[in-house]
């Protein structure tokens, strides 16, 4: 394993460490993935024979627990794949299609189990509330250590970040589910389990909506969401030289992996290598941004033309963009 990064070169070192973690993050979710499989199917067992909905409830959201970590997997192996062919990217949207399916299947569950536990709140049937009990508390543990587990590999992936959320969630549903458990054993409230159930339909849609909105935030190429594009762009045409930026696009590759391009247009006498430089050093430095596509071009001459504001003909003449697509940032003119 440790002479594996050495092979890379000068970069091994990255490399090197990556790999590792990755097979450590793998080792990581196999474990939590395997103790949550199996007291998943043993607390259906327990639920059906227990008449219990609050627990099928939490095998119901510890079956996305553990389709949330099988995902996390094939697309952590899909994201890993070099790009070729049509995929230029590779395949690391995989992982946000991951969060994405996750998603929608904590709401499509919570639904049916919100219908289920409001027909038990009309008409309570018996609840055995020893085996209830008894398994509630097994889930604590199991989703104490499963959680443990999903903290050890790298949550800064929205899919591995998706599946220990889930791992949480479950957490809290099992402490909801015991409370519950003790009631009906204590007062023989039967309908103490649909309540428990409902809280844990709360959770599986807040966890749901989370992950769509971040997810979606992707797919619709949206700009990080600590990056405000109009800062941004003013940022960087206040740089030396810098006359304009337009056509400025921000968006994510995947969770943690922004991707910027632009126009940039640079002061008759100006050095455009040595500004590209300056705002490729300024976009890494302050934004974490390293996978930036810069044109870079001198400003066309009829753009100095002395224009009228609201004006646009003359300074979008010829030398400049056929269709100029996003907000253009133009150097104020008290820098000159």
């Keep these: 394993m440790h002479g594996h990064g050495h092979a890379h070169g000068p970069g091994g070192h990255a490399g ?40 099928i409830s939490d095998a119901a959201h510890m079956l996305t627990d553990a389709a949330s970590i099988v995902l996390a997997l094939v697309a952590m192996r899909l994201a890993a794949r070099p790009a070729r062919g049509g995929f230029t990217y590779g395949l690391k949207r995989a992982e946000i299609l991951s969060a994405q399916a996750n998603g929608l299947t904590l709401l499509m569950l919570g639904a049916w189990l919100a219908y289920e536990a409001v027909r038990r709140l009309v008409d309570p049937p018996r609840v055995a509330g020893g085996p209830m009990l008894a398994t509630a508390l097994v889930g604590i543990v199991v989703n104490v250590t499963a959680a443990w587990c ?58 749901g909506y989370g992950l769509l909105r971040d997810s979606g935030r992707i797919f619709l190429e949206a700009a ?41 247009l640079v002061e008759t006498g100006g050095d455009c290598h040595a500004v590209r430089r300056d705002l ?5 430095h ?11 071009d001198h400003v066309p001459e009829q753009v100095l033309q002395v224009t009228l504001p609201g004006d646009r003909t003359a300074a979008d003449g010829p030398g400049h963009c056929e269709a100029p697509h996003g907000p253009v940032h133009r150097e104020e003119p008290h820098h000159h």
Excluded: C
């Design 286 to 296: 302050d934004y974490g941004i390293t996978h930036t596509t810069l044109q870079v």
């Design 224 to 264: 990080p969401t600590d990056v405000d594009p109009d800062l941004l762009g003013d940022r960087l045409v206040a740089r030396p030289d810098v006359v304009e930026v337009h056509d400025l696009h921000v968006w994510q590759i995947t969770s943690g992996q922004a991707a910027l391009s632009a126009h940039v």
């Design 150 to 207: 999903i903290s050890k590999a790298n949550r800064t992936s929205l899919n591995i970040e998706g599946a220990y959320q889930h791992v949480l969630n479950d957490l809290f549903a099992f402490v909801g589910t015991a409370a519950a458990a003790l009631v009906v054993v204590l007062t023989g409230f039967d309908r103490a389990d649909p309540i428990a159930t409902l809280v844990v339909v709360a959770l599986m849609a807040k966890a």
């Design 280 to 284: 490729e050093r300024l976009l890494r």
């Design 16 to 55: 090197h460490s990556h790999g590792v973690a990755a097979d450590a993050d793998r080792r990581w979710l196999g474990a939590a993935l395997g103790l949550i499989a199996v007291f998943m199917a043993a607390e259906v067992t327990v639920g059906v024979v227990a008449g219990s909905l609050a627990l």
